[in-house]
């Protein structure tokens, strides 16, 4: 296995934060941190997802060290809106954060506005929530879309073949062929991708268990995800390396914690796109894979109900994930004589 990988394979990956740590929030006010632990057990207590709860958990760290340093550890509840003004400024032009995070974390902040108001209100009698009331910067993208084609795929699984990162082809690879999110890749398993599991005259593998996919709740919402049939060479050739190596685990993507293999968390997935981006010399994300393969399904004029049973969407979201431009296909339409006549087809099919 290369060097580099079994680096990040060896270990468990932790984002640092570095404006909190454990000695600034032994410092924060008792009160705000009882406050918040109060709100995560009632968001466990109607099923919001542990990663959900996490996440808000990070960001609201964040904002009391913030308060601590800069506003006198003041409760959360007697926060007025010079105060949130403030702290907006801070992010944005001492931290560096883009719109998008700051609405995040305001986002977190207001839903602990709205715990106080509804729950809490025989305690905080006539407290009005006030973070929506501070106007948000506006939204700027902060990179520039990536559009990949399948040649660009096919070169890029070469080439982390041909430097033996197989684990790294296989998941990529799998990105591609399934359009899975990052949650959803590191819960495949290798039972998967036995041959009983091809569907269709061996055109996809179908997963015999559910995959938990985006949802509400901690179970999320649970179906079975396809994989087309491409991706199985770089499947094998990655459980042949588990062989040869003497690798056991049941997951497909893994990594080595306290020197036993287990499932991998998505921040190895975060470093294969990395990698990927070195190699092809673009800005490569987990995301964009998924909307190539909606894009390449869209060109080869698959029925948009055949697509979204693929993606097991229950609304359409093809036009949030199809990269295609309308102007690709004028060459179909349009012609030197004119207008082209198109059989059984309109001008707004693809």
């Given at each position: 296995?290369?060097?580099?990988?079994?680096?990040?394979?060896?270990?468990?990956?932790?984002?640092?934060?570095?404006?909190?740590n454990?000695?600034?929030?032994?410092?924060?006010?008792?009160?705000?941190?009882?406050?918040?632990?109060?709100?995560?057990?009632?968001l466990?207590?109607?099923?919001?997802?542990?990663?959900?709860?996490?996440?808000?958990?990070?960001?609201l760290?964040?904002?009391?060290?913030?308060?601590?340093?800069?506003n006198?550890?003041?409760?959360?509840v007697?926060?007025?809106?010079?105060?949130?003004?403030?702290?907006?400024?801070?992010?944005?032009?001492?931290?560096?954060?883009?719109?998008?995070r700051?609405?995040?974390?305001k986002s977190?902040?207001?839903?602990?506005?709205?715990?106080?108001?509804?729950?809490?209100?025989?305690?905080?009698?006539?407290y009005?929530?006030?973070?929506?009331?501070?106007?948000?910067?506006?939204?700027?993208?902060?990179?520039e879309?990536?559009?990949?084609?399948?040649?660009?795929?096919?070169?890029?699984?070469?080439e982390?073949?041909?430097?033996?990162?197989?684990?790294?082809?296989?998941?990529?690879?799998l990105?591609?062929?399934?359009?899975?999110?990052?949650a959803?890749l590191?819960?495949?398993?290798?039972?998967?991708f036995?041959?009983?599991?091809?569907?269709?005259d061996g055109?996809?593998?179908?997963?015999?268990?559910?995959?938990?996919?985006?949802?509400?709740?901690?179970?999320?919402?649970?179906?079975?995800?396809?994989?087309?049939?491409?991706?199985?060479?770089?499947?094998?050739?990655?459980?042949?390396?588990?062989?040869?190596?003497?690798?056991?685990?049941?997951?497909?993507?893994?990594s080595k914690h306290?020197?036993?293999?287990?499932?991998?968390?998505?921040?190895?997935?975060?470093?294969?796109?990395?990698?990927?981006?070195e190699?092809?010399?673009?800005?490569?994300y987990?995301?964009?894979?998924?909307?190539?393969?909606?894009?390449?399904?869209?060109?080869k004029?698959?029925?948009?109900?055949?697509?979204?049973?693929?993606?097991?969407?229950?609304?359409?979201?093809?036009?949030?994930?199809?990269?295609?431009?309308?102007?690709?296909?004028f060459?179909?339409?349009?012609?030197?004589?004119g207008?082209?006549?198109?059989?059984?087809?309109?001008?707004?099919?693809?």
């Amino acid at each position: 296995m290369e060097n580099a990988e079994k680096k990040v394979l060896n270990t468990r990956f932790t984002v640092y934060n570095h404006i909190t740590n454990p000695e600034k929030m032994a410092l924060v006010n008792k009160e705000n941190i009882q406050l918040g632990e109060d709100w995560f057990e009632y968001l466990a207590s109607i099923d919001r997802s542990p990663r959900t709860i996490e996440q808000y958990k990070n960001d609201l760290s964040i904002f009391w060290v913030w308060n601590l340093e800069n506003n006198d550890n003041r409760f959360f509840v007697d926060l007025t809106k010079r105060q949130i003004a403030k702290f907006q400024n801070h992010a944005i032009n001492t931290w560096g954060w883009s719109p998008n995070r700051i609405r995040r974390v305001k986002s977190v902040l207001s839903s602990l506005s709205n715990y106080i108001e509804n729950i809490l209100d025989d305690e905080y009698e006539g407290y009005r929530p006030i973070i929506r009331k501070i106007e948000n910067p506006a939204l700027e993208p902060v990179r520039e879309k990536t559009v990949l084609t399948y040649e660009q795929i096919e070169y890029l699984l070469g080439e982390l073949t041909n430097q033996k990162k197989y684990q790294a082809a296989c998941a990529v690879a799998l990105a591609a062929y399934s359009g899975a999110r990052k949650a959803e890749l590191i819960q495949f398993k290798v039972s998967y991708f036995d041959d009983t599991n091809l569907m269709y005259d061996g055109a996809m593998y179908k997963t015999p268990e559910n995959i938990r996919t985006k949802g509400r709740g901690k179970l999320g919402k649970q179906v079975p995800k396809y994989v087309l049939v491409a991706v199985k060479p770089y499947v094998d050739r990655w459980l042949q390396e588990r062989k040869e190596q003497g690798i056991e685990s049941e997951w497909l993507l893994i990594s080595k914690h306290n020197g036993e293999w287990c499932q991998a968390a998505t921040t190895l997935i975060d470093y294969y796109m990395e990698i990927s981006s070195e190699i092809l010399g673009e800005n490569i994300y987990a995301h964009a894979l998924r909307h190539l393969l909606v894009s390449e399904m869209v060109r080869k004029n698959i029925p948009s109900d055949v697509i979204m049973e693929f993606q097991k969407w229950s609304s359409d979201m093809i036009p949030v994930y199809n990269d295609n431009l309308a102007e690709d296909d004028f060459g179909k339409y349009f012609t030197a004589d004119g207008i082209a006549t198109i059989e059984n087809g309109n001008l707004g099919s693809v």
